[in-house]
């Protein structure tokens, strides 16, 4: 190539590898570092360079290992314990267990609502008698406050200063008095009821006189006495007891009372009144077997009968 050409690059550049020797072809070069003819051959594509796998010896070409990536390590397989579909199959019986047991729950609760909530002798009771509950009801209350106010007057009375001393002897007294008039041994006057029993077909059983006379007690009754058609009356108290006698008469606390029987008591007339009117009660159960109850209000009833002391066998008082 000539100057100029190399000047102006018009030439073709001079080869900078190494040429291939001059000479035929099938002679082979007789440099002893002559390269291989066929590694310097341009029709004849170099090889790719291969690894040799470090596990196996096995080459690995470089081309493919930069290409393809590598497969994934399989993953373990799950160990099962009881077989296939325990766990599905276990779960499933405790939900059902669980549903069966929230569902007797709620069954219990909403019965156990209907029978609290639901008093079948109330809801067939008629408005004019539950209107005689209620006020009795109402009494009952306000007799129960004054006997709070009354208690609380007494004791500010017993904590006052020079007042403290006879405002105590006077509460005695009174309390002795109020515990002489239920032991029966004191006699007793007030506003109450006459309450007469008249047999019907048949006599006036000891258990009728009983519920009257609890019912008596549960509406504020202080004392009470029974008689009969003759002979004198018994006070009735706290253990006082009913049997029946011979010929339809009534045994009280020993002694014999023959029909129709009359039970004095003083306590508020209008409340005892109504709880031996009320449905179910005790003129209910007796007009049902053939009798009849007269119910009398009186603005003074007398309890004159007594009951003697009871007899002390071992108790002493102390002084």
Do not use: C
Request: proline share 10%; charged share 25%.
């Amino acid at each position: 190539m000539s100057d100029e050409q190399r000047e102006t690059g018009t030439g073709w550049p001079e080869p900078t590898g190494p040429s291939r020797p001059s000479g035929p072809a099938a002679e082979p070069d007789p440099r002893p570092d002559a390269p291989d003819p066929d590694e310097i051959s341009p029709l004849v594509a170099p090889e790719e360079p291969r690894v040799a796998d470090a596990d196996d010896g096995a080459t690995v070409d470089l081309a493919e290992a930069a290409v393809a990536p590598p497969e994934p390590e399989p993953a373990p397989a799950p160990v099962s314990r009881g077989g296939p579909g325990a766990w599905g199959g276990r779960l499933s019986s405790a939900g059902v267990m669980i549903a069966v047991l929230l569902a007797l729950l709620g069954f219990t609760l909403v019965v156990q609502l209907k029978t609290t909530s639901t008093d079948p002798t109330l809801a067939a009771t008629r408005q004019e008698d539950l209107v005689r509950i209620f006020s009795d009801l109402d009494s009952r209350e306000k007799r129960l406050q004054q006997d709070i106010e009354a208690l609380e007057e007494s004791q500010r009375q017993l904590r006052s200063g020079e007042q403290g001393r006879q405002a105590a002897l006077e509460e005695a007294r009174r309390r002795a008095d109020q515990l002489g008039i239920l032991a029966g041994t004191l006699p007793a006057r007030g506003p109450g009821l006459s309450v007469r029993f008249v047999p019907g077909g048949k006599p006036i059983a000891a258990e009728r006189i009983l519920d009257a006379v609890q019912e008596l007690r549960g509406a504020g009754a202080e004392a009470m006495q029974i008689s009969g058609a003759g002979g004198s009356p018994v006070r009735i108290i706290a253990s006082t007891y009913f049997l029946d006698g011979q010929n339809g008469s009534l045994v009280v606390d020993g002694r014999s009372l023959s029909g129709p029987y009359t039970i004095t008591v003083i306590g508020d007339p209008t409340t005892m009144s109504t709880a031996l009117k009320i449905p179910g009660g005790v003129a209910a159960t007796v007009a049902g077997d053939g009798g009849n109850v007269i119910v009398e209000e009186r603005e003074v009833a007398e309890v004159s009968a007594l009951h003697g002391p009871m007899k002390l066998e071992h108790a002493r008082p102390v002084s």
